[in-house]
């Protein structure tokens, strides 16, 4: 009985944020409501409150899930990657594939100015915690490549992460921005730009 009743909290859970998502992509993240989660998802207000404390907290909760299956798929397939720009490349093709999935390209165009640039809401401080997470579990992963005779043993991999992080997030916000999003020239344009930055500009 016990079992059913977490799954059900799941199954509520999951409806919930998908009826969120639903209603963000069609109306806007700022212009909806948690009253008209509630009814999107067929629930009462107060149950959206107790599996969520606001809607920031969906958001966020999706996001985090995108990004720690990327870090997976990505650590499950260093083995058979000797060029440590493959590796960077390889992760953050799946952590854009898999926030695009998660979230339409017209939803990425509204929140990404609030988490660059910040807002009037709670999304920026919550997505920035968030964030701070995502950047030290690429240092982690930096570090194993460092490790691994991959990467120059002075590398400061805190640096190179935020760096990595940073420029991540630009490119999303132009890809996004593109009518439809040209997945190509970006991989290509990500490339380049990890290829430059760990081979150097030095003579």
């Known amino acids: 009985m016990t079992g059913l009743r977490e799954r059900q ?25 948690i009253e008209q989660i509630a009814n999107q998802a067929g629930v009462s207000a107060p149950t959206v409150f107790k599996y969520f404390g606001n809607k920031q907290e969906i958001i966020l909760e999706i996001l985090h899930a995108a990004d720690q ?23 953050e093709q799946l952590l854009t594939r898999y926030a ?28 920035r915690a968030m964030n701070d997470a995502l950047r030290s579990e690429i240092s982690g992963l930096l570090r194993d490549l460092q490790q691994a005779g991959k990467l120059r043993g002075d590398l400061n991999v ?27 020239s970006h991989s290509n344009q990500v490339r380049r730009i990890t290829a430059l930055l760990f081979q150097g500009m030095h003579a």
């Not at 199954?11 to 209603?23: G, M, N, P």
């Not at 650590?75 to 960077?88: A, K, N, W």
């Not at 939803?107 to 997505?127: K, S, T, V």
């Not at 760096?163 to 190509?184: F, G, K």
Request: aromatic share 8%.
């Open 158 to 184: 805190e640096t190179a992460a935020f760096l990595l992080n940073d420029y991540a997030h630009l490119q999303l916000l132009r890809l996004v921005n593109q009518e439809p999003p040209d997945m190509d």
């Open 9 to 33: 909290k799941v199954l509520r859970r999951q409806a919930i944020s998908k009826a969120a998502v639903e209603l963000f992509e069609h109306q806007g993240f700022q212009n909806t409501t």
């Open 69 to 91: 299956r990327a870090l997976k798929d990505t650590r499950s397939q260093i083995p058979e990657m000797d060029d440590p720009v493959d590796t960077l490349c390889y992760l």
């Open 100 to 127: 695009l999935e998660v979230m339409h390209p017209s939803l990425w165009r509204e929140l990404l100015p609030l988490i660059l640039f910040g807002g009037d809401n709670e999304l920026p401080e919550g997505y």
